[in-house]
Protein backbone atom coordinates (compact mmCIF):
# COMPACT_ATOMS: atom_id res chain seq x y z
CA UNK A 1 0.00 0.00 0.00
CA UNK A 2 0.91 3.58 -1.17
CA UNK A 3 0.87 6.10 1.55
CA UNK A 4 0.21 9.70 -0.21
CA UNK A 5 0.31 13.13 0.84
CA UNK A 6 -0.41 16.37 -0.48
CA UNK A 7 0.25 19.74 -0.29
CA UNK A 8 0.59 23.39 -1.80
CA UNK A 9 -3.34 24.25 -1.93
CA UNK A 10 -4.40 27.31 -1.32
CA UNK A 11 -6.41 30.16 -2.65
CA UNK A 12 -5.33 32.15 -6.04
CA UNK A 13 -7.01 34.48 -8.22
CA UNK A 14 -7.58 33.93 -11.81
CA UNK A 15 -4.65 33.80 -13.98
CA UNK A 16 -2.54 32.42 -11.65
CA UNK A 17 -0.24 29.75 -10.71
CA UNK A 18 0.28 26.95 -7.62
CA UNK A 19 2.05 24.45 -7.20
CA UNK A 20 0.74 20.86 -5.53
CA UNK A 21 2.92 17.89 -4.23
CA UNK A 22 2.19 14.52 -3.71
CA UNK A 23 4.70 12.69 -1.38
CA UNK A 24 4.40 8.97 -1.53
CA UNK A 25 5.43 6.24 0.89
CA UNK A 26 6.64 3.84 -1.43
CA UNK A 27 10.04 3.16 -1.86
CA UNK A 28 9.73 1.36 -5.22
CA UNK A 29 7.65 3.56 -7.57
CA UNK A 30 9.51 2.05 -10.73
CA UNK A 31 5.43 0.15 -11.39
CA UNK A 32 3.53 2.57 -10.38
CA UNK A 33 0.88 5.14 -12.08
CA UNK A 34 0.54 8.18 -10.11
CA UNK A 35 -2.45 10.49 -10.96
CA UNK A 36 -4.14 13.75 -9.75
CA UNK A 37 -8.09 13.85 -9.59
CA UNK A 38 -10.56 16.51 -8.54
CA UNK A 39 -13.66 17.35 -7.30
CA UNK A 40 -15.61 20.62 -6.97
CA UNK A 41 -18.82 21.25 -5.12
CA UNK A 42 -21.98 19.17 -5.88
CA UNK A 43 -19.83 17.26 -8.79
CA UNK A 44 -18.41 14.35 -9.50
CA UNK A 45 -14.90 13.34 -8.61
CA UNK A 46 -12.69 13.88 -12.63
CA UNK A 47 -9.36 13.00 -13.82
CA UNK A 48 -6.82 15.99 -14.59
CA UNK A 49 -3.32 14.10 -15.05
CA UNK A 50 -1.27 11.15 -14.71
CA UNK A 51 1.90 10.14 -14.69
CA UNK A 52 3.73 6.62 -15.34
CA UNK A 53 6.98 6.25 -13.33
CA UNK A 54 7.50 2.67 -15.31
CA UNK A 55 7.05 4.34 -18.24
CA UNK A 56 10.19 7.22 -18.32
CA UNK A 57 7.32 9.60 -16.82
CA UNK A 58 4.95 9.67 -19.78
CA UNK A 59 2.71 12.39 -18.92
CA UNK A 60 -1.50 12.11 -20.18
CA UNK A 61 -3.92 15.04 -18.97
CA UNK A 62 -7.76 15.67 -19.48
CA UNK A 63 -8.60 18.15 -22.27
CA UNK A 64 -9.92 20.70 -19.75
CA UNK A 65 -6.22 21.21 -18.41
CA UNK A 66 -3.88 20.53 -21.47
CA UNK A 67 -1.74 23.30 -21.94
CA UNK A 68 -2.11 24.73 -18.61
CA UNK A 69 -0.92 21.87 -16.26
CA UNK A 70 1.98 19.74 -15.96
CA UNK A 71 2.46 16.99 -14.22
CA UNK A 72 6.03 15.70 -13.59
CA UNK A 73 7.88 13.69 -10.98
CA UNK A 74 11.18 13.95 -8.59
CA UNK A 75 12.81 10.64 -8.39
CA UNK A 76 14.79 10.94 -5.63
CA UNK A 77 12.24 12.60 -3.53
CA UNK A 78 9.04 10.00 -4.54
CA UNK A 79 7.32 12.73 -5.40
CA UNK A 80 4.70 13.94 -8.18
CA UNK A 81 4.02 16.94 -8.68
CA UNK A 82 0.89 19.44 -10.42
CA UNK A 83 2.56 22.65 -11.54
CA UNK A 84 -1.42 24.28 -12.59
CA UNK A 85 -1.25 28.11 -14.33
CA UNK A 86 -3.29 29.98 -15.70
CA UNK A 87 -5.54 28.91 -13.58
CA UNK A 88 -9.86 29.54 -13.99
CA UNK A 89 -12.46 29.42 -11.32
CA UNK A 90 -13.50 26.82 -12.45
CA UNK A 91 -10.52 24.72 -11.67
CA UNK A 92 -12.08 25.63 -7.99
CA UNK A 93 -11.64 21.70 -5.75
CA UNK A 94 -10.42 19.68 -3.69
CA UNK A 95 -7.48 17.99 -5.53
CA UNK A 96 -6.32 14.48 -4.45
CA UNK A 97 -3.71 12.41 -5.41
CA UNK A 98 -3.75 8.86 -6.36
CA UNK A 99 -1.88 5.85 -7.23
CA UNK A 100 -2.67 2.20 -8.51
CA UNK A 101 0.25 -0.83 -10.04
CA UNK A 102 1.05 -0.46 -13.54
CA UNK A 103 -1.53 -1.49 -15.60
CA UNK A 104 -3.88 -1.06 -19.34
CA UNK A 105 -6.72 0.74 -18.15
CA UNK A 106 -7.11 4.11 -18.82
CA UNK A 107 -6.08 6.89 -16.77
CA UNK A 108 -9.48 8.43 -16.51
CA UNK A 109 -10.91 5.25 -14.98
CA UNK A 110 -11.31 6.28 -10.95
CA UNK A 111 -11.86 2.63 -9.85
CA UNK A 112 -8.41 1.58 -10.83
CA UNK A 113 -6.58 3.79 -8.16
CA UNK A 114 -6.12 1.78 -4.99
CA UNK A 115 -4.43 4.40 -2.69
CA UNK A 116 -5.26 7.95 -2.29
CA UNK A 117 -4.33 10.80 -0.60
CA UNK A 118 -6.76 13.26 1.96
CA UNK A 119 -6.67 16.37 -0.60
CA UNK A 120 -5.85 19.90 -0.78
CA UNK A 121 -8.35 22.73 -1.33
CA UNK A 122 -7.66 24.65 -4.27
CA UNK A 123 -9.60 27.69 -4.86
CA UNK A 124 -9.01 30.12 -7.69
CA UNK A 125 -10.94 33.72 -7.52
CA UNK A 126 -12.71 35.47 -10.62
Known amino acids: QVQLVESGGGLVQAGGSLRLSCAASELTLSNYELAWFRQAPGKEREFVAA?????????FYADSVKGRFAISRDIIKNTVILQMNSLKPEDTAVYSCAARWRTSSAYTRIDTYTDWGQGTQVTVSS
Open 51 to 59: IAWWNFGGA
